[in-house]
């Protein structure tokens, strides 16, 4: 120690960075090279018999129902596209570098079924797959004061899925819990349709119930009767709604109380008349014991009312595929119209107990969905979408880690991505419920992507947080840091020309010049089309 | 005279004839105008007290000690913290009868933006998106629909897409967000070859996916902004220093200049938002210190638009979500109130120096004389820019929707 004291202070400083900077080095290259994960392949378990068998009847179903069909074999995605995909529908962001070096490990044709085995476990399907629901039943927006407390519900969804709680039990609890919002979080569902010194509204709520479970917009004719399809009437719509009218705000949260009758003026009517609930349909299937909310709940979730099921599938494959089989997704439509691959996931949906899991992976294993969105025929080709806001934050911030985001991370990463993707969503422009809108990018959306300040901090030198410099400064030769650069953000390889050219850009670059280098790189990757589309 | 005062012509004989009256008058010189092209909302987010800035009552049991000032608008007083804005209300219609169904911030200025109640099936666009959907134009380069200090809820585009959004913005004064390449002109050009390099690897074997995805057309309309000579438009600094500073040295006062030039580029809706108007403590202080802001500002940007002939073609909307209780609380506060508030309007086609609309001098009554809902103003305001508010377009959720649902007060336009 006294010879540390007698060196003078600015060797003492100079020893201290050196220690400091070679130790970050050393965590760094033990980082780069990080164990990945044990991987026996022989353990791997085969994919479900019944689930293949299933996947090939839909996608018989799918190719036969393609009118003009030349019969070429279809083109197939590579596997690691595929998994982009899965990764981007059920985490919300795309794989990281860590992943994908694993997945290499993974003998080829087996990677997908591997994949899906562990994406259920990890809380990031449950996170992610939630907000999505959360959306399609209640919005985006923060609602109303107090009563309804949107992240407590989607926390109770995350949840209910990563338990795999039958779909037809949890949108029961949906429809008929009673209770706090707080410590009965289902309850949500009703509250957010709660209007200042109203109470629920029942049409909204109706609403809500026919476009989220039934695929049916209902609401449409909440003023007239249907004149277009003739298919529903004014009264259909408020019979539903009625059903609502036990729901009421008490001391002890949501109950079945009671508001009295709920009332509405009829298209041609002098006045307001009470109303009483019914269903559109199927009336034998409606349950004749407890509360109008139980007994709407067990009609809407009844196996036979395909309706729902149809509907769930319907919203699966949106999930999966960024964009739904039937549009628009609240609508399905006449019977006669419907695609019979989606009666086919349908039924296996209600026989196998409302499984959404066993559905995900059925889609996941269909020749469809693991289809290239380049080639082969137009008709099964995977379709090219625009990644939703939080899909692109989200992405950003995994392609900049070499490691994996995820509930494991240190709270820093993590408390950085909430923050960043909430604050890029708004600048993006959020969707809202709008969930499929086919429009196309904005100039504001690039403007944001290409000068921004999240790219610029998540790509500039940083030795400790950014990938984009980490792999300038430990990949060995520049061959190699072009294909991390391009695995981490893209999630393939560079082609022979991408490769050429950016290998060229790094030719002979060190120091500080290098990693401006590989900002630039990344910055490229980042701006592109395949970045920032599904596909 | 005297025939007027007789029995058979009290006023509410007569005002039914006087109103289809102007009607008529409203309804030729609407035909006979060139609607406005220019919309500029100063948004006053949080919900201003109309008691303390376009409705006072003083001496009445609602004011509080509340003061007010005569305007140059014969006999339209405003509250005293108005003072420059007093000076220009020969130019203004003021709505003192403002009412609304909605009593919270989220829902009201859904409302109040939009001009429809929330519904959770739709997210209905603001009235700026609806402006620059509805009437093309020839395209400017920069934004045309534009938000300057946006707080919560900036306008958006609903229904009609992100394409519709404001572009947001912070106080003019700082360098705009994301408009200029964070690195330098060598450094731009190997990312933009890079980029290619990447797009050109994609796009093969990939027919029509530039027409589906627009991805390089926005990025070269992007890269076109940024070097754009319409982004002087944004900087306040190039005007002579008495124009700035009688806009006020504030964010508020900065973002009304720049308004003003980006109305002069050609931008077709600017949005300006003051918040700090939630009083529900020590309101008359609260209100005071926005009034300061205000103030200046609005008084400025009128002046300023007439002065260069700009006014006659540009709508200013000045106004919040609802107004505040007419009773203090016992904190000295004012609350949530949308049973009667105001809202000023100037410019375009409305009425000069004109009050529409009373409100109850003892604050007991509910419902103001003459009430303008909400989706009245809407209506109105569409006419003003050349739209048709009954004109329907299809939704997204597969519902025919007129743009409002509102009726047009033709007694606001001005019948010359």
């Known amino acids: ?504 850009v790094l030719r002979g670059s060190r120091g500080g010049e290098r990693s401006r280098r590989m900002e630039d790189l990344y910055w490229s990757l980042l701006n592109s089309t395949e970045f920032s589309w599904n596909h | 005279m005297e025939s007027l005062t007789h029995p058979r012509f009290r006023r509410r004989r007569i005002l039914p004839w006087l109103t289809l009256f102007g009607d008529l008058l409203a309804l030729r010189a609407e035909s006979l105008r060139e609607p406005a092209r220019h919309l500029i909302l100063l948004w006053l987010e949080g919900a201003p007290s109309q008691l303390e800035t376009f409705d006072p009552h003083p001496g009445s049991p609602v004011a509080h000690g509340s003061t007010d000032i005569a305007s140059a608008a014969p006999g339209v007083r405003i509250g005293s913290g108005l003072a420059r804005t007093a000076e220009v209300l020969d130019e203004f219609t003021l709505i003192r009868s403002m009412v609304s169904r909605e009593g919270d911030h989220e829902r009201a200025v859904f409302n109040m933006k939009t001009g429809y109640r929330p519904d959770p099936t739709l997210t209905h666009p603001s009235i700026g998106a609806i402006f620059c959907h509805e009437s093309p134009r020839s395209p400017v380069e920069i934004p045309s629909h534009i938000s300057i200090l946006p707080k919560r809820w900036a306008a958006r585009g609903g229904f009609l897409g992100g394409g519709f959004d404001a572009f947001q913005l912070g106080d003019p004064r700082n360098p705009l967000p994301d408009m200029t390449a964070r690195v330098n002109g060598d450094r731009q050009a190997r990312r933009l070859e890079g980029l290619s390099v990447i797009e050109d690897a994609f796009a093969r074997g990939r027919e029509g996916l530039e027409a589906r995805t627009l991805h390089r057309t926005h990025l070269e309309r992007a890269a076109r902004m940024m070097t754009s000579s319409q982004l002087r438009a944004f900087d306040v600094r190039e005007e002579p220093g008495a124009i700035r500073a009688a806009y006020g040295d504030s964010p508020f006062g900065r973002g009304c200049l720049a308004a003003r030039r980006l109305v002069e580029a050609g931008v077709p809706c600017i949005e300006v938002t003051l918040d700090g108007w939630d009083s529900h403590v020590n309101n008359h202080e609260l209100q005071a210190a926005r009034n300061a802001i205000l103030d200046p500002a609005l008084a400025a940007l009128v002046r300023d638009l007439r002065e260069r002939d700009l006014l006659d073609r540009t709508v200013v909307f000045c106004g919040g979500e609802f107004g505040r209780t007419p009773k203090l609380n016992a904190l000295e506060g004012r609350d949530h109130w949308p049973h009667g508030f105001s809202v000023a309007l100037a410019g375009g086609g409305f009425r000069k120096g004109f009050a529409y609309g009373e409100t109850d001098p003892l604050g007991l009554a509910t419902q103001p004389g003459h009430p303008v809902r909400v989706e009245d103003l809407h209506a109105t305001l569409q006419t003003v820019l050349g739209l048709d508010p009954a004109r329907e377009w299809m939704t997204p959720v597969g519902r025919p929707l007129a743009l409002s649902g509102g009726r047009v007060i033709r007694e606001l336009m001005d019948p010359r």
Request: with cysteine; aromatic share 8%.
């Open chain 1, 1 to 504: 120690m006294d010879r540390i004291a007698a060196m003078p202070v600015w060797w003492r400083n100079l020893v201290f960075v050196a220690l400091v900077g070679g130790a970050v080095a050393l965590g760094q290259a033990v980082l780069w090279r990080a164990p990945l994960e044990a991987l026996d392949p022989a353990a791997l378990p085969l994919p479900d018999a019944d689930e293949v068998a299933l996947a090939e009847e839909v996608d018989a179903a799918c190719a036969a129902g393609r009118a003009g069909a030349d019969g070429a074999p279809m083109a197939l995605a590579d596997e690691f596209t595929v998994l982009r995909r899965l990764s981007l529908a059920l985490f919300g962001s795309i794989p990281s570098y860590e992943e994908i070096r694993l997945a290499r490990k993974v003998p080829e044709g087996r990677r997908i079924d591997w994949w899906l085995r562990r994406a259920f476990r990890d809380q990031r399907y449950g996170d992610y797959v939630a907000e999505r629901f959360v959306r399609i039943c209640a919005g985006t927006e923060s609602g109303p004061f107090l009563v309804y407390r949107r992240r407590r519900f989607v926390d109770w969804w995350s949840e209910q899925l990563r338990k795999n709680r039958p779909y037809d039990e949890l949108v029961r609890s949906l429809i008929a819990s009673n209770g706090l919002w707080t410590t009965d979080p289902a309850t949500n569902f009703v509250t957010r349709h709660v209007v200042p010194q109203g109470g629920p509204d029942e049409a909204r709520l109706a609403a809500r119930v026919s476009r989220a479970f039934l695929g049916i917009r209902l609401d449409c004719v909440e003023c007239h009767d249907d004149f277009l399809e003739g298919r529903w009437k004014q009264s259909d719509f408020h019979r539903l709604a009625a059903f609502f009218r036990e729901a009421n705000m008490v001391v002890t949260g949501l109950s079945d109380s009671g508001r009295g009758d709920y009332k509405v003026r009829m298209r041609g009517a002098s006045g307001e008349t009470p109303v009483e609930a019914a269903v559109p349909f199927g009336g034998e299937w409606l349950p004749t014991e407890g509360s109008l909310r139980t007994r709407l709940a067990g009609w809407v979730t009844h196996p036979e009312n395909a309706s729902f099921s149809r509907t769930a599938v319907n919203r699966v494959w949106a999930l999966l595929f960024g964009a739904p089989m039937i549009t628009p997704v609240d609508h399905l439509g006449p019977e006669e119209g419907l695609p019979p691959a989606l009666d086919l996931m349908a039924r296996d949906f209600v026989a196998h107990g409302h499984d959404l899991q066993r559905l995900i992976r059925i889609i996941a294993q269909t020749r469809t969905f693991r289809s290239s969105s380049s080639a082969g025929d137009s008709g099964a080709r995977f379709p090219t979408t625009r990644l939703r806001p939080e899909q692109v934050a989200r992405s950003i911030g995994q392609a900049s880690s070499l490691t994996t985001i995820d509930a494991s991370s240190h709270i820093l990463p993590r408390i950085r991505r909430q923050g960043e993707t909430r604050d890029f969503a708004t600048r993006f422009g959020d969707a809202g419920g709008d969930e499929f809108d086919a429009a196309t990018a904005t100039v504001p959306q690039r403007l944001l992507l290409m000068n921004g300040k999240m790219i610029a901090q998540h790509i500039r030198e940083d030795l400790v947080m950014n990938a984009a410099t980490r792999i300038g400064s430990l990949a060995e030769g520049d061959a190699a840091a072009v294909e991390a650069a391009f695995l981490a953000v893209l999630t393939r390889p560079p082609s022979p020309p991408e490769q050429e050219h950016f290998t060229g």
